[in-house]
């Protein structure tokens, strides 16, 4: 993690570190799954697919999200309101400045991404800035929900995310060549009373990336809590991030579904999710339930003598 006045949350960081370890272990049966089960001729294949996926996404990721998501990077001249507060909270913090960036997007809401500090982008939606503008967000609203996101990069979550989410990747392409292309071919596996190969390899690539996706998701549901609680702590009002919490969720819930359905994909980069609060009850969910998040917010704030 890099050095930085951001408090860290032993608790959730030792839960954290837990489902990093299941999924390390969760990679390890499954690579020697394909050690025993893919023929030595495709192996090669499939790893160096693979090697290339993560290489893209380790270095590119910033730049894949920031364009998918219609992000653009704008500078003091432009948003000096907007420069302004990622100044004062970075000050705070004591980290280098991320690269600022506007999504036109009606929905209010906004993102971290970037592998590392020195590679960061923190981005606003322009519904999330026009409502600041209107007053609709207070000052410290804002900056709270901006120091959330400050918190994922200091953190380095992109990172760690994208790191736990590479064996589902991985799962999913061998479940597709398996599928597809027949990986494995017609050869059967006697220890198995003569089941295709072809079929014990599409299984195992489900399973694993079953478990792989709830571990991950599990994964960005700690890395939420650990960024509010950290934000609110580096700002010093957590109700105001509470506050900001309710306020963006609701304005979320009035978007046209069209609008959230193109925005789900990217769910788990967002500091409130684009889907109803029943999806987001779910083991599916990238982030807690808002009734989760206040909740501890309100603990920090009383913690703090403030409730």
């Known amino acids: 993690m890099a050095r930085t006045r951001f408090a860290p949350d ?67 001249e432009q948003y000096p309101d907007l420069h302004g507060v990622v100044d004062r909270l970075v000050a705070l913090a004591d980290m280098p400045k991320p690269r600022v960036a506007v999504a036109e997007t009606p929905m209010p809401n906004a993102f971290a991404t970037g592998r590392n500090p020195s590679n960061a982008v923190i981005c606003v939606t322009t519904g ?6 209107r007053k609709e967000l207070t000052d410290q609203e804002f900056e709270g929900v901006l120091a959330h996101e400050l918190s994922h990069v200091a953190h380095r979550d992109v990172l760690v995310i994208t790191i736990a989410s590479f064996l589902g990747i991985l799962a999913g392409l061998v479940a ?7 990986l494995g071919g017609d050869r059967r596996d006697d220890r198995d009373g003569g089941v295709p190969i072809q079929l014990i390899i599409l299984l195992v690539s489900m399973v694993t990336y079953a478990i792989s996706f709830m571990l991950t998701m599990a994964l960005s549901r700690y890395r939420e809590l650990a960024a509010d609680r950290s934000g ?34 990217f769910n788990a980069f967002y500091f409130t999710p684009a889907f109803n609060a029943e999806t987001a009850k779910s083991l599916f969910s990238s982030h807690p339930t808002t009734e989760k998040r206040i909740e501890q917010l309100a603990q920090i704030s009383r913690q703090l003598g403030r409730g």
Request: glycine share 8%.
């Open 10 to 76: 032993r608790g959730l960081t030792s839960r954290m570190v837990f489902v990093m370890f299941l999924i390390g272990a969760l990679a390890v049966a499954f690579v020697a799954a394909l050690i025993a089960f893919v023929p030595a001729r495709s192996l090669p294949v499939v790893l160096v697919i693979a090697g290339v996926i993560l290489f893209v996404q380790f270095f590119f990721s910033d730049k894949i999200a920031a364009f998918a998501m219609g992000a653009r990077e704008v500078g003091p």
């Open 128 to 133: 999330l800035y026009d409502r600041w503008k």
């Open 176 to 182: 597709r060549m398996a599928f597809w292309f027949g």
């Open 232 to 265: 609110a702590l580096l700002t010093g009002n957590p109700s105001a991030l509470a506050s900001a919490l309710q306020k963006i969720t609701g304005d979320v819930a009035k978007i046209p579904t069209q609008d959230l359905r193109q925005a789900e994909p």
